[in-house]
């Protein structure tokens, strides 16, 4: 294959390496925020993006989730950039993409936080989507 990135493959692809056994997909959950007055607000984001891709590697016959690139970051809107979502609503989209994942044969999804701010949402999501049996 080409990629191991979701978005970057078509639906085709994708069903293919699900039947060739394809079965676990990562799935990092990142952040736009200030990191001091020099890094990237997307440091979060692009450290989950390298993580899950050498642990992919490892792994073997394992896909990747876009990144959420966007986090629970209201404790530093005070740095200009930062964009912010309510925990609530990311952990609504963590289960959202996670049961999209579910419905086309994944079986092991790995949600793994890049931003201390997002650990216990994350945690929350996996809690509720053991409880409905993903």
């Given amino acids: ?51 899950v891709e050498r642990l992919a590697q490892r792994l073997g016959k394992t896909l990747l989730a ?18 912010t979502l309510r925990e609530e609503t990311l952990e609504e989209v963590i289960v959202d993409c996670c049961r999209s994942l579910s419905r086309h044969g994944f079986r092991l999804i790995v949600l793994i936080p890049t931003h201390g701010g997002n650990t216990a949402t994350v945690m929350r999501s996996g809690t509720r989507l053991e409880r409905e049996g993903l």
Avoid: C, N, Y
């Fill in 66 to 83: 876009p990144t959420i690139r966007v986090g629970a970051s209201e404790h530093h809107m005070t740095f200009s950039g930062t964009i």
């Fill in 1 to 51: 294959m080409k990629t191991l990135w979701l978005d970057k493959m078509t639906s085709p692809q994708v069903k293919a390496a699900l039947a060739d056994g394809f079965h676990t997909v990562l799935l990092a959950v990142g952040s736009t925020e200030q990191h001091g007055p020099h890094l990237p607000l997307g440091t979060d984001a692009l450290i989950g993006d390298r993580l």
